[in-house]
């Protein structure tokens, strides 16, 4: 079987548009959140978000976007994309670059992409709208591709000529975990050499305002306050948008490329709670199965692992059953160094697993593990768990990366380190 490495990496977040700036807002504790001006009306409770800064992408034409000007999508390309499209397409051009591959690499059938997005709402809604108010004979013809879930995957695969597999995931928030985890296994049984992998949200009004009717979302007004995982204070998550974009390779592709490996992709599994369409199961069963059948496929043990980024969103039922699921695996007092990284970056949704990988994949290449800002007052729950509170300059060689959905959709990620200690 196959080794499984990731290569590339690229990030269009609210802490950051880089590798770089995302390490550095990692290791400063730097948050990304703040307050959101399209939420501020006495009609909207929710105040703050993980903000994506250096684009405006608030008209309808894309074509008046404003985007870093270092990237130069086509004009075609452009009028295909969600914003949140914008988003993913610059997150794999800086993945390619890091990994050192070039459109003709791209074109061919060992290569695939897997994307995860729940489409655009505020597209959908432009499109449905006009389409009521002036005849359907006056929507775009790109009014389907820019909107529904699966966008990512229409325009990309086109854009990028790629011949491989391709895959739309829409599992909630553990899509983008399930796409790393297919295309690892894509990989590891030789039916593709490589798969880039991202994943994205438009995290704008349309996209997470809904949540605040579920009572999911955080109500509190201070940016420093408002995503507070795994604190006895906490209210509810904070949303964000954005994207993230990994490039998996085997070890095959690697060897003959001489690429450089950013971190090596050791298993994953994925169970369902069956329990509800919207809360876990409160002991975290299902979480903790996800745990232990990825490191049983891996085998490794759980004594192995170094550093957990916790899916962790700062809900009161969704925080207890993960630390719950957490005792389950590792025990009442283990090593585990445990964070939420959430409190800095927000929820992206869909785009959470494939941007805590990312993160996880900076803890294990710069060496540290980061810490859970604004967590002041541990929940009763966390007991003897090592939840970090700030950063840890211990080196992690084995980490795990859990996301949770709707429905109980469990996705847990083993990454390890290739910088050795």
């Known amino acids: 079987m196959n080794k499984v490495y990731v290569t590339g990496a690229g990030f269009i977040t609210?802490?950051?548009?880089?590798?770089?700036?995302?390490?550095?807002?990692?290791?400063?504790?730097?948050?990304?959140?703040?307050?959101?001006?399209?939420?501020?009306?006495?009609?909207?409770?929710?105040?703050?978000?993980?903000?994506?800064?250096?684009?405006?992408?608030?008209?309808?034409?894309?074509?008046?976007?404003?985007?870093?000007?270092?990237y130069r999508p086509s004009r075609n390309l452009l009028r295909s994309l969600a914003p949140h499209g914008l988003y993913a397409y610059c997150a794999v051009e800086q993945a390619l670059k890091q990994a050192g591959l070039h459109a003709e690499t791209l074109s061919d059938p060992n290569t695939g992409i897997h994307t995860a997005s729940a489409g655009s709402p505020r597209n959908l809604r432009h499109h449905m709208n006009r389409m009521h108010e002036l005849g359907v004979e006056r929507l775009s013809p790109k009014s389907v591709v820019t909107s529904i879930a699966g966008t990512l995957?229409?325009?990309?695969?086109?854009?990028?000529?790629?011949?491989?597999?391709?895959?739309?995931?829409?599992?909630?928030?553990?899509?983008?975990?399930?796409?790393?985890?297919?295309?690892?296994?894509?990989?590891?049984?030789?039916?593709?050499?490589?798969?880039?992998?991202?994943?994205?949200?438009?995290?704008?009004?349309?996209?997470?305002?809904?949540?605040?009717?579920?009572?999911?979302?955080?109500?509190?007004?201070?940016?420093?306050?408002?995503?507070?995982?795994?604190?006895?204070?906490?209210?509810?998550?904070?949303?964000?948008?954005?994207?993230?974009?990994?490039?998996?390779?085997?070890?095959?592709?690697?060897?003959?490329?001489?690429?450089?490996?950013?971190?090596?992709?050791?298993?994953?599994?994925?169970?369902?709670?069956?329990?509800?369409?919207?809360?876990?199961?409160?002991?975290?069963?299902?979480?903790?199965?996800?745990?232990?059948?990825?490191?049983?496929?891996?085998?490794?043990?759980?004594?192995?692992?170094?550093?957990?980024?916790?899916?962790?969103?700062?809900?009161?039922?969704?925080?207890?059953?993960?630390?719950?699921?957490?005792?389950?695996v590792f025990g009442e007092a283990p090593s585990v160094r445990i964070s939420a990284t959430k409190a800095l970056t927000g929820h992206g949704l869909s785009l959470s697993s494939i941007l805590e990988a990312g993160l996880t994949l900076v803890a294990l290449k710069e060496g540290f593990c980061p810490g859970t800002a604004h967590l002041e007052k541990p929940d009763p729950e966390v007991g003897q768990l090592r939840v970090l509170q700030a950063n840890d300059d211990f080196r992690p060689t084995i980490a795990l990366s859990n996301s949770s959905g709707f429905g109980g959709a469990n996705v847990s990620l083993l990454f390890k380190s290739v910088v050795s200690r």
């Open 153 to 328: 995957n229409f325009c990309l695969v086109s854009h990028y000529k790629i011949k491989g597999n391709s895959c739309g995931f829409v599992s909630a928030c553990a899509s983008s975990g399930h796409a790393l985890g297919y295309a690892f296994d894509e990989i590891r049984a030789g039916r593709q050499e490589r798969i880039i992998v991202v994943g994205a949200e438009d995290g704008d009004l349309d996209t997470l305002l809904p949540f605040a009717s579920m009572r999911a979302m955080s109500l509190e007004h201070d940016p420093l306050k408002a995503s507070k995982p795994f604190d006895v204070d906490r209210s509810g998550f904070v949303g964000t948008g954005g994207a993230v974009a990994l490039i998996l390779e085997s070890e095959t592709s690697i060897t003959t490329r001489n690429a450089a490996p950013l971190m090596e992709m050791l298993g994953w599994a994925q169970t369902s709670d069956g329990y509800s369409a919207v809360l876990p199961e409160p002991d975290g069963e299902g979480l903790a199965r996800a745990m232990q059948l990825a490191l049983k496929s891996s085998d490794v043990g759980p004594a192995q692992v170094d550093y957990l980024n916790a899916h962790a969103t700062g809900t009161p039922s969704g925080d207890v059953a993960e630390l719950r699921a957490i005792r389950t």
């Open 14 to 70: 609210s802490i950051g548009n880089s590798y770089d700036a995302v390490c550095d807002s990692l290791r400063t504790q730097t948050t990304g959140i703040e307050r959101y001006p399209a939420f501020d009306t006495d009609k909207i409770p929710v105040k703050v978000v993980g903000t994506i800064k250096g684009f405006d992408l608030e008209s309808d034409d894309p074509e008046d976007w404003v985007y870093p000007k270092n």
